[in-house]
């Protein structure tokens, strides 16, 4: 029947849900088949409609286990970034003010950290939970951060290797239904959604990333599931520690009361994701609240209380030990100047390699810096933490290249280009 459903598409025709259905279903039993493989190559030569996405999207949730709670479950989801630790900081956030939150999540694929990575840098923190267990995690401390371990989505994992092996992981419509599956699963009321682009991201394009955020919006209204897409530029890190327990202590000193970047774009999410449940509330209000939380420590209890409750060493995070970096380099300015380009996909790249796919948790990097900084000759702009001299001699000449100095004044840029609610 495939074949017969290629020959559709290729006449121009359209798939119904039933045969959506079917086509994951093929997939689940038949896996890497040819078969299989010619008929998504099919779907990307000849393109889907926001219809058929929203089908298969359906199908590939019903593969598996769904969630189901009685009561409103916020979900939080990023196209991956490096650097990127705002979960940490969302989290607990949002259920410091009251608002159950479920983090679903999975290790890194490529060179970014994933936040099942960044979680999993606390010592014996479990996100691997049955359902008895999420409920109590959820109703101790109104968040939980788990991993599905294949049982929600399982066609999605089959349809990922797939269009790796196909070259077709950057095909739009096919990842509009892989991130819409995964947070359905999750029986969400509300879901923020964090459309990255750049060289760094699967999303090269703002355009491209635009095509996804209205992809996206669709499936979730469809769905009846209320959503915010969050375009955001990724020529930058948002946060200054790269890799997987400095990027926690990163979003801890956060969540601590620290003022930067990384502070400014968690409250902005914290917003859209309130203000989408509580209209009414004034604007001003809820900053109000989201900043109170973060300067009073409350948030900060609030990962205390979740790490506790899913097996985590919460001391761990209060005397400071989830980074015990083995060996410390700095690199400093060659020159006074402004910093006009950070290489984000050489940084990422380069911890991972460091890091020899162990996703060693003592192994990282501090940026300094950010675009349009001014530096004088000999600051730190770069501090690298290793384990082997052989590996720094090797990518020491890569390292010195990730930062780049111009002589002119460079403007900051935008990092939040556009949010559809």
């Known amino acids: 029947m495939l074949k017969e459903l290629i020959v559709k ?51 590939l949730r019903d593969s598996g286990k769904v969630l189901d709670f009685n009561y409103t479950i916020l979900e939080k989801h990023s196209t991956g970034g490096i ?7 969302l989290i607990p956030l949002i ?107 699967i999303v090269k394009k703002y355009r491209q990333a635009k095509k996804l955020a209205r992809l996206l919006k669709y499936i979730f209204k469809n769905c009846g599931t209320k959503s915010t897409i969050v375009i955001t530029n990724t020529t930058q890190p948002f946060g200054e520690g790269v890799g997987n327990a400095i990027e926690v202590v990163d979003a801890i000193s956060v969540l601590q009361g620290k003022h930067c970047l990384l502070r400014d774009i968690c409250v902005r999410y914290a917003y859209e994701m309130i203000s989408k449940l509580n209209e009414k509330l004034p604007k001003q209000d809820i900053y109000d609240m989201i900043e109170a939380a973060l300067d009073n420590g409350t948030a900060y209890n609030k990962l205390l209380e979740i790490t506790k409750a899913q097996g985590g ?20 300015a060659t020159k006074p100047g402004y910093v006009g380009a950070i290489n984000v996909l050489l940084l990422g790249e380069l911890i991972r390699r460091l890091c020899a796919d162990s996703h060693d948790s003592n192994i990282g990097a501090v940026l300094r810096v950010k675009i349009g900084d001014y530096v004088e000759k000999n600051d730190i702009i770069l501090t690298f933490y290793y384990k082997n001299k052989e590996d720094l001699d090797k990518y020491s000449e890569a390292i010195s290249r990730c930062v780049h100095l111009t002589d002119v004044k460079i403007r900051k840029p935008k990092v939040i280009r556009k949010v559809i609610k």
């Open 83 to 89: 650097a990127d630790a705002t979960s940490v900081v």
């Open 95 to 201: 259920a410091s003010l009251g608002y159950k939150i479920v983090k679903n999540t999975a290790r890194s694929l490529v060179y970014t950290n994933g936040s099942s990575d960044r979680f999993g840098a606390i010592p014996n923190f479990n996100v691997v939970l049955d359902d008895e267990e999420i409920k109590e995690v959820l109703d101790k401390t109104n968040a939980c951060i788990l991993s599905h371990k294949g049982e929600m989505c399982p066609a999605d994992k089959i349809l990922y290797d797939l269009l790796e092996k196909c070259g077709l992981e950057e095909n739009i419509n096919f990842l509009a239904m892989s991130i819409a599956c995964k947070k359905l699963a999750s029986g969400p009321k509300m879901v923020l959604v964090d459309v990255k682009y750049g060289e760094a991201s």
């Open 9 to 59: 598409k290729a006449k121009g025709g359209h798939l119904n849900i039933e045969e959506c259905y079917y086509v994951v279903d093929c997939l689940m039993k038949n896996k890497l088949d040819a078969d299989n493989m010619k008929f998504f190559i099919s779907l990307a030569t000849f393109g889907m409609s926001k219809r058929e996405v929203l089908y298969m999207t359906l199908a």
């Open 313 to 332: 060493d919460e001391r761990a995070i209060v005397d400071g030990r989830l980074f015990k970096p083995y060996n410390t380099i700095n690199f400093l």
